[in-house]
């Protein structure tokens, strides 16, 4: 569509998008003095320019990208073009962003900016903790796709602005509810804005309540520990985590909210736990959480790697899951909770064998008040070993 819009009689065209494939033609035809390359939008916003510039200089000493201001070149500019053999002038045109958000007459200045185009993106997230939210989709279903979720995660009233081949003849601008879009399909080139009117606000650290959390029989990492375990991993936007033995999955519902561009793996082996997580994720609208129900370490063994790990529940297979996430990751940051003696033997016993350079053992005892009449009584909660294992990246 793009070629087909700017091509003129006589001239070679040559329709491809991927970035190599572009830089053997233009090496193959150096009979050319000039090229245009057409890509859509600006070429600065989620744009396939990032990589093809990088094609393009690698390896190419003789080779310069211009500004293009509308200015004039300098003497000094002029000279050095002439000692080259090829430059690059970039071009942009308007962004996807400005023009739909210009259409719908929404700004834009106080939007989040994603693209979940062939790449990984957390949209529900997004949108769960901000008014506004501008997104590429890639895909003909990608607004069905979007809408289902938000349905499932109590979203449903969640507006959707849907732009498709904007700036086209056939373009198409509407809006609806989420709620309505479950079943759309629609063109592949599509944007959406989702406007959240009851969009939560985002904790800056950890510390959910123990009372949000649905609780059964399953054991639950209590708010004191999990706070410290939590700050121990050190967890970035993007980590990769295990919560193996997640219990009900209070921790790993803190860490899919902490790491809310990465992916959380919580891994239990009792039914009614599995259950309580499922539940407890659909409230928490942690779409980044994954449950995996079985044992470790088999249950891990076809995960990606983790760059975190927290481990609660070992099943006497502490040795063997340390073993495994050292294999998929030597950098892993592990983070594990013991109650018994004997598991902070076989924890330390573990670190010992594997050789970590980080071995840190954190002792923490938290009590908390309980009214008894008129007096306060402070009711200590088991003491707990934390301990974490790292080896840092050369």
């Known amino acids: 569509r793009m070629v087909d819009s700017v091509k003129r009689p ?19 035809h150096p009979e050319y003095d000039n090229i245009v ?20 200089c690698q390896d190419s000493a003789d080779l310069r990208v211009q500004r293009k201001n509308g200015s004039e070149k300098s003497e000094e500019e002029r000279d050095s ?18 023009y739909f958000m210009s259409q719908i007459g929404l700004s834009w200045d106080d939007a989040k900016i994603v693209s979940a185009h062939g790449r990984g993106c957390n949209l529900i997230s997004h949108i769960c903790y901000t008014e506004k939210v501008f997104s590429i989709l890639g895909t003909s279903d990608g607004v069905a796709v979007l809408a289902e ?18 700036s086209y003849e056939n373009e198409k601008i509407f ?20 406007v959240n009117e009851n969009a939560g606000t985002r904790l800056e650290t950890h510390g959910i309540r123990d009372e949000e959390f649905i609780r059964g029989k399953a054991p639950m990492t209590k708010e004191e520990v999990r706070t410290v375990s939590l ?17 009900t999955g209070s921790l790993s519902i803190e860490m899919a909210l902490r790491a809310h561009q990465g992916q959380v ?7 009614d736990a599995v259950e309580l997580i499922h539940r407890n994720k659909l409230k928490f609208a942690a779409d980044n959480l994954e449950i995996v129900e079985g044992l470790a370490p088999e249950a891990l063994k076809d995960l990606p790697a983790p760059t975190h790990a927290f481990i609660g529940g070992s099943s006497g297979n502490l040795k063997e899951i340390v073993k495994l996430l050292l294999e998929k990751n030597p950098q892993v940051r592990i983070v594990i909770n013991c109650i018994t003696l004997e598991t902070v033997s076989e924890a330390l016993e573990t670190a010992k064998e594997f050789g970590f350079e980080e071995n840190e053992i954190v002792q923490l005892g938290a009590a908390r008040s309980k009214a008894i009449g008129r007096y306060h009584m402070m009711m200590g909660e088991n003491p707990i070993y934390i301990i974490t294992l790292q080896n840092p990246g050369k």
Do not use: H
């Not at 001239?11 to 991927?18: I, K, M, S, T």
């Not at 793996?265 to 039914?271: D, G, L, R, S």
């Open 265 to 271: 793996w919580a891994i239990e082996k009792k039914e």
């Open 175 to 194: 809006a609806k509810p989420a709620s309505e879009l479950t079943e759309y399909k629609g063109d592949s080139l599509s944007v959406i804005c989702a």
């Open 10 to 28: 006589g001239q070679d065209v040559f329709v491809e998008y991927r970035s190599q494939e572009i830089r053997d033609y233009i090496d193959a």
């Open 37 to 56: 390359i057409v890509l859509s939008g600006d070429v600065g916003f989620y744009s396939g320019a990032r990589k093809l510039l990088e094609v393009l």
């Open 231 to 247: 700050s121990k991993l050190r967890l970035t936007a993007d980590s990769v985590c295990y919560d193996v033995g997640a219990g």
């Open 149 to 166: 979720k938000l349905v499932k995660y109590g979203m449903g009233d969640v507006l959707l602005y849907v732009g498709e081949n904007l």
């Open 81 to 98: 073009s002439a000692q080259n053999n090829r430059e690059i002038e970039i071009q942009c045109g308007i962004s996807s962003v400005v």
